[in-house]
């Protein structure tokens, strides 16, 4: 069947379908997912510029009502959404499901935001001087999201988008399309006037590019990958738009001697090889202390070598296929650099047998590495961790914080006075404490520093820096004899 575009309150046929493709097993085609051409992608955005007005004044308790009504039927189908989740993307049954349902959260999180965009006074220095600052809505924002979170990130960019009065075109990623069109398929029940939400499918080469050129898109929330970001938000600058940007990561888990070392290889497996590596905020570069590296390496080693590799959606799988044939080779790629580079393969890396055609990859570590090996500077973005071994607190920080993105970064350690240091001295929008480096609760921001993040952060009350603009207002009291 062949799932259509959303645009100005209608399911409308594309240029075009792509196959959506289980990665699990290749031989299951999910659906065919129209292809937005150029004139659909204008027709969206002309639409969500229209709709704008009336949205933009319409009273928080609609809003509220709107968001409320997604978010309530995303949890209570969290289920089958979550099955989708995992049927197109490979993560397990329970990641997905959790995912969904997160994806619900947010939403009734944004809702009762709806309340919360209002203005603010001050006392004015002047006397008779009345002084507000009104919140305003951006305008049309164009939403554009990457594969790995399909659900979750799109919730996060359009809940708060239509929460503070905008209008959304969204792009999802191609390779994902299944979860996106449930997810608009939702929005476009619950009461939203026609043209407030536009769903475009299609490549990011063309649907995203139109999207990111046009001058009606007043702002562009993306996350994806680095160049893909620092692209965009040049071209959103030069038009005058204004962008927030989430892009890579290269996460740094640093293993303190005085680790517990049943929490820091707890940490390490989940932070870097669930979800099959696939997250902007996995633990890549494992940095650990001396006294620590033999125990440390030994015992993740024996619980990656009872990881369960295999089919997304079966109750044994820990771990499932790489998402898709592409990224495949990225990660086959980076594990022949590391060989290359002279870093010990100490387990995993190899391709794994199954009776499905599929994905499948064991999750692998590279110890003896260093930290200006490419292994441990390039994002990555598979199941694939790198030890560096470290001989102090303060050279674990230093190595930590020598990356040219900071988007989360974790400490395993006993020590209350270690723990404080690293806070204050990582350079991450994220610091996790005897925590997996990822894995961040839904209602507060997520930020990344350098080429991780730019703009505003994202989630919780803080994204109202993107998602709103100010107007400050003076205003003289009218003499007594004027006013009437
Ligand atoms: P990507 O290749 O950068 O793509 C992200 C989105 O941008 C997709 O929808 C893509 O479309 C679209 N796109 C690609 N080229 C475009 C262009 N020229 N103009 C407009 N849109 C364009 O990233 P991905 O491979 O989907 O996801 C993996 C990356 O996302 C990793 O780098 C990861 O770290 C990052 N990520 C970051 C965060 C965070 O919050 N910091 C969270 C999750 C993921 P198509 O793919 O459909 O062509
Ligand atoms: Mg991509």
Known sequence: MLRNNFIAGEWVRGDDGIENVNPSDTRDIIDLYAVA???????????????????????????FDVLDTIGTEIISRQKELGDCLAREEGKTLDEATAEAARAGHLFKFFATEAYRSNSEGYESIRQSVELSVRREPLGVVGVITPWNFPL????????????????????????????????????????????????????????????????KVTGVTFTGSTPVGKSIGSTVFDRGGRVQLEMGGKNPLVICGDADIDVAVDCALKGSFFSTGQRCTASSRLIVEESIHEEFIDKLVDRMSSLRIGDARSPETDIGPVASEAQLEVDLKYLKIGDEEGAVRRFGGDLVQSDKPGYYLFPALFTE????????????????????????????????????????AGVVSTSPARIKEFVRRIEAGMAQVNLPTAGMDFHAPFTGRKSSSFGPPEKGSYCREFFTQAKVVHEAELPAINAV
């Open 152 to 215: 979750a990130i799109p919730a996060w960019k359009i809940a708060p988008a239509l929460a503070y009065g905008n209008t959304v075109v969204f792009k999802p990623a191609e390779l994902v399309s299944g979860s996106a069109w449930l997810l608009a398929e939702i929005i476009s029940r619950a009461g939203l006037p026609e043209g407030v939400f536009n769903l475009v499918m299609g490549r990011g080469s063309d649907v995203g590019q139109g999207i990111v050129s046009s001058s």
């Open 37 to 63: 051409g150029a004139k659909q992608v204008k027709d969206a955005i002309d639409a969500a510029a229209s709709a704008l007005p009336a949205w933009s004044l319409c009273s928080p308790l609609k809003r």
């Open 369 to 408: 590495t260093t930290n200006t090996m490419r292994i441990n500077r390039e994002e990555i973005f598979g199941p694939i961790a790198a030890v560096v071994r470290v001989s102090s607190f303060d050279e674990a920080i230093e190595v930590a914080n020598d990356a040219e993105v900071g988007l989360s």
